[in-house]
């Protein structure tokens, strides 16, 4: 087979480039290729940092570590009202005028510049957001200040509801500046184009990261940070693999920092970096499911029509009688329509995720188990059709011209037995786990805020029960829904996290079984003469072992995936559920005993 595939003739492969949007530093192949023939073996290019002379040591990327500082000031911009008193805020934080200016438009804030924002974004702000914004806070302030005679038809409840789902943005969004980077900061703070609306678009959940594929780079970007963060340089590592499938592998165009082929690798090889970059860009560039945005749709439109359907079947006029109700019902209406689009549109978005996470993992775990991942699981296609066709055209020419009469779509596997396989794998596994951090720490913050809100619901449901205050029916139908539709989203999102989770069982599962066949192995060895194989399961068998007490320790023990503080299990969602149904009974105790009945309009104690 080896003698076939030597005679073949292959093209050169062109390889592609994206823009990198990093600060601290810019990939390059160039760059790559000088640091790479620094590597006497793989052990050395797993300690990235000692082969770095000491002033460039500052461009590799640290993990990303949570800023109190950075939440509790977005906190302040985010829930001040923006135009007129976000950024007098922000002029005394920063205390510098031009550093001021170009926070709040960095931040949209006080958009108001066309270098740092399209015309497009200065639509959607000064059109719609920034109303929007303004409407939904004098509505609640009117409802608080305004004689009650006048908004008499007015729900308390309601609207302060409406306020803190509108304002549940705000503490998503400190959350996501909480896990900035520092250089992001800085960024921050300069002017365009060091930052741009781009950038921001990038660093969205909503955005890039929900569609990497709209974002060139992004990918490759995380990718970096993520082999950064692991000390560990994966162009410098490689599987070995038979030459046939090497050779394929080699073959196939894709990003020129991830090739499969690198000057320190063999020809039996395949860079841990080209397999990695393949299974991510595989998962991460598939579209949102539509599945789950009709879902969240749904649950938008229950929540944001109840309250003035059931107004409606009361005969009362939906949107109140006098002119100030009519401005507060809208202001109302409005929170919940943005409020429950974009905070149902995160718990879809944290599902997706978590479930793009547990697929890459999958992947990774069935290339060493046999017969692994078919060739076309595997490799990713560029969306544009001339690439992609040239690519394709090349894959069945080097299959046709292969004697070996093997199918047009074989597997490719990985075999733990070597050494150093098992030591690439598992480097690879720790970066895989570490890929867009700065996201995976935000969506299960995201996770948790949403459960809070649910909960805060409930306990609104129990303050009107027990203290018998002053609200419409139609309240008590809108806490149920909304409890209803957050946890429903939030134990599909939990679902999946807890999937991810227990694939790290799952694969120190399979990995302990493999041990117990290399004992096996090397048993039946013991009885034989002590060849070199002999040699080389023992290698394997010891690293292993390694491998089987770093997944126990760091996915079990010190980094597990977390939802409310706590590692994402089965125990988790029972408690979630428990708290919430607990409040539920709890509620409807205290409407048992308190006697409160409602008039021929819907209200208690009008």
Not at 309 to 317: E, K, Q, T, W
Not at 439 to 454: D, E, G
Request: hydrophobic fraction near 45%; proline fraction near 4%; charged fraction near 20%.
């Amino acid at each position: 087979m080896d003698q076939a595939v030597s005679k073949t003739s292959f093209p050169e492969v062109k390889h592609h480039k994206n823009e990198s949007k990093l600060h601290k530093r810019h990939p390059s192949k160039e760059e790559d290729e000088k640091l790479l023939s620094q590597f006497p073996n793989s052990l050395h290019a797993a300690k990235l940092r000692s082969a770095l002379p000491e002033d460039k040591l500052h461009t590799l990327h640290n993990p990303v570590e949570f800023s109190w500082r950075q939440f509790w000031v977005t906190m302040l911009y985010e829930n001040l009202p923006p135009v007129l008193i976000a950024p007098l805020a922000v002029l005394l934080v920063e205390r510098s005028l031009s550093r001021a200016w170009h926070v709040m438009n960095h931040r949209c804030l006080f958009v108001c510049s066309r270098k740092h924002n399209s015309r497009g974004n200065h639509i959607f702000f000064w059109v719609f957001f920034y109303p929007i914004y303004w409407m939904i806070t004098l509505a609640l302030l009117l409802r608080f200040f305004a004689p009650e005679a006048v908004v008499l038809n007015v729900d308390l409840f309601q609207i302060s509801l409406a306020y803190l789902f509108f304002s549940l943005r705000a503490l998503i969004v400190s959350a996501k500046y909480g896990y900035y980077r520092p250089e992001d900061y800085a960024q921050l703070q300069c002017p365009a184009p060091n930052w741009s609306e781009a950038q921001t678009n990038r660093r969205l959940v909503g955005g890039g990261w929900t569609n990497p594929a709209n974002f060139p780079g992004l990918i490759e970007d995380e990718l970096i940070c993520a082999m950064d963060e692991n000390d560990v340089a994966l162009q410098g590592i490689s599987f070995k693999m038979d030459r046939e499938t090497s050779s394929r592998l080699r073959k196939h165009s894709t990003d020129e920092l991830f090739t499969a082929e690198t000057g320190c690798n063999e020809k039996d090889e395949v860079t841990t970096g080209f397999i990695l970059h393949q299974i991510l860009s595989s998962v991460y560039n598939l579209k949102f499911p539509p599945i789950y945005s009709l879902s969240f749709l749904i649950l938008a439109l229950a929540i944001m029509l109840c309250t003035f359907l059931i107004r409606l079947s009361y005969g009362l006029n939906t949107f109140g009688d006098a002119s100030l109700e009519v401005f507060i019902f809208i202001g109302c209406l409005l929170g919940f329509l943005f409020g429950s689009l974009g905070n149902l549109n995160f718990g879809m978005i944290c599902a997706h995720d978590f479930n793009r996470r547990a697929t890459t993992l999958k992947i990774l775990g069935r290339l060493i188990q046999y017969p692994g991942v078919r060739l076309s699981e595997l490799l990713f296609h560029k969306p544009n059709p001339e690439e992609k066709e040239k690519d394709k055209e090349s894959t069945k020419s080097t299959m046709q011209e292969s004697s070996t009469g093997e199918p047009n779509d074989p597997y490719v596997y990985i075999d733990i037995k070597k050494p150093g396989n098992v030591f690439a794998w598992m480097i690879c596994r720790k970066t895989l786990r570490s890929f867009g951090e700065i996201f995976y720490l935000r969506i299960q913050a995201y996770t948790s805020i949403l459960l809070s809100y649910a909960i805060l619901c409930v306990l609104f449901l129990n303050v009107i029960a027990w203290t018998q205050t002053r609200h419409h029916v139609s309240t008590i139908w809108l806490l149920i829904i909304i409890v209803f539709s957050i946890s429903a989203v939030c134990v599909f999102a939990i679902s999946k996290a807890t999937k991810l989770q227990t694939l790290s069982s799952d694969q120190r599962d399979q990995v302990q079984k493999e041990l117990f066949f290399l004992e096996k192995e090397l048993m039946d060895a013991e009885n034989a003469d002590k060849t070199l194989e002999f040699k080389q399961f023992s290698q394997a068998k010891v690293l292993l072992q390694q491998v089987d007490e770093s997944i126990n320790f760091h996915e079990l023990i010190h980094k597990p995936t977390k939802v409310m503080g706590y590692a994402a299990t089965q125990s988790v969602i029972s408690s979630a559920l428990g708290i919430i149904l607990t409040g539920f009974v709890l509620a409807v105790e205290g409407f048992s005993g308190s006697g409160i009945s409602y008039d021929l309009n819907g209200w208690f104690n009008y």
